[in-house]
């Protein structure tokens, strides 16, 4: 069963938490803080792998949860950081969250984070110094990121197979190929994209023939709809035509119709254009038939007459695809390098520092005398703070003053008694 997109619940694992403890050995006096950090959570990895080309396996999975950091432990001990899950997923997966695409895997083996795991806590022995000998103070793990992850399935290929139901792509790509699709003589045989690789000379192509196209295809007509994102990453588009239909001319509009109102930028992909099935075809009428189809084909894109049953014109096809598919690589890698000096030259002019250190400070329209802190760097001191400990609290507290918060806090009309909310969290200003 063929699957090309696929929804499932990501959760990055979390971290372990620091501990509190002190050291207590015979014979040594004063032994101090010496609890141990919270390993770091598990990320959670996508892996591309050639050898798959549908994300069915998703329906029966649909979490992918790394594993949690391990917490820490007396005499300094670091905890174990959480293994990272590893997940295999077909070249071509894209992947979205909340519809931002987060990754995007192009090659057998790249590997791509989509969800980091949580940091550790730190424990006690971190926070000794001259005016804290013996802190009760340890931070709790952070969780891991968690979303709902949208998988979709974009086949890469060097060439691909498009046309009316039935005009011989099947058959075409099961003689240049090792591939075995559903060749029979009705419309629609092919249900789902294959693959196949084909030889000429000293080139490798990768072909993906797509299910057939009918008018209103990008409308979701047919079956074109669902399988048009697999034409979309090819490099160059091989266009079958029936060479026994009426209408040659006309179908080669229609189907460069719905690719256009599918996406331009396919629509302006190098093309190549092969009349099929002219094995015993009259000279004469197929010459009509070419000619036919010259009134409406752009004077640079090539027709061939092709017959898959006796090999008729199929190397000459393969080398002209070759070399589109060499040209076409060629301006891909040159737009990559323009691309990567383009981005080189980009200034940024706010740090990440500067954009994590800001913070809000608003008051709460229902609960008058309740603060609202909101910012990057100081949510993320509250999500590690354990509010069952006292000192845990006031660390807190010394943060937000270093910070600048509580003088803001201040001058908005804040007291001790004042409650302040970061996140979930809820306290007040003042040690009470």
């Known amino acids: 069963m063929f699957v090309d997109t696929a929804k499932v619940i990501v959760q990055a694992g979390k971290g372990g938490d620091g501990v509190v403890s002190f050291r207590h050995e015979i014979y040594v006096d004063k032994g101090g803080p010496d609890g141990g950090d919270g390993g770091r959570g598990g990320d959670v990895v996508l892996v591309g792998d050639e050898r798959l080309n549908t994300l069915l396996h998703f329906r029966y999975k649909t979490e992918l949860k790394a594993e949690n950091g391990a917490n820490g432990a007396k005499a300094k001990r670091r905890g174990r950081s959480g293994e990272p899950l590893k997940v295999f997923v077909p070249v071509g997966t894209v992947v979205r969250r909340n519809g931002a695409v987060i990754a995007d895997i192009t090659a057998n083996g790249e590997e791509q984070v989509i969800a980091r795991g949580g940091d550790g806590g730190f424990g006690n022995a971190h926070f000794k110094s001259s005016v804290r000998q013996t802190p009760r103070i340890a931070e709790l793990g952070e969780a891991g990121e968690t979303f709902e992850a949208e998988l979709e399935l974009k086949l890469l290929a060097d060439v691909g197979l498009v046309g009316f139901p039935n005009a011989g792509k099947s058959t075409f790509l099961s003689v240049v190929s090792n591939a075995r699709p559903e060749v029979a003589n009705y419309a629609f045989t092919t249900l789902t994209p294959n693959l196949g690789v084909a030889d000429i000379d000293n080139t490798s192509l990768l072909i993906a023939d797509i299910p057939g196209l009918i008018e209103g295809a990008s409308e979701g007509k047919g079956l074109g709809d669902a ?61 009509m038939q070419k000619e036919s189809l010259r009134e409406v084909v752009p004077a640079e894109v090539p027709i061939f007459a092709i017959s898959s049953q006796s090999r008729r014109g199929i190397d000459d096809v393969l080398r002209r695809l070759a070399a589109e598919v060499t040209a076409y690589r060629r301006r891909q890698d040159e737009s990559e390098k323009d691309e990567a000096a383009d981005d080189a030259a980009t200034v940024i002019t706010l740090s990440d520092s500067k954009q994590a250190d800001h913070w809000d400070v608003t008051k709460d329209p229902e609960e008058p005398d309740v603060f609202i802190i909101s910012g990057e760097k100081i949510e993320k001191f509250a999500r590690r703070t354990n509010f069952e400990g006292h000192e845990n609290v006031n660390r807190l507290r010394d943060i937000m003053k270093k910070m600048g918060i509580t003088h803001e806090l201040l001058r908005q009309g804040a007291s001790g008694e004042s409650i302040i909310q970061i996140g979930e969290a809820r306290f007040t200003l003042l040690e009470q």
Do not use: M, N
């Open 227 to 287: 399988f048009l994102r697999h034409v979309e990453r090819t490099g160059v588009l091989l266009h079958l035509i029936d060479a026994y239909a009426d209408d040659v001319a006309e179908r080669y509009q229609t189907i460069r119709k719905e690719l256009a109102q599918y996406s331009s930028e396919l629509a302006a992909r190098p093309e190549v254009v092969a009349l099929t099935k002219t094995e015993g075809f009259d000279d004469e009428l197929l010459a």
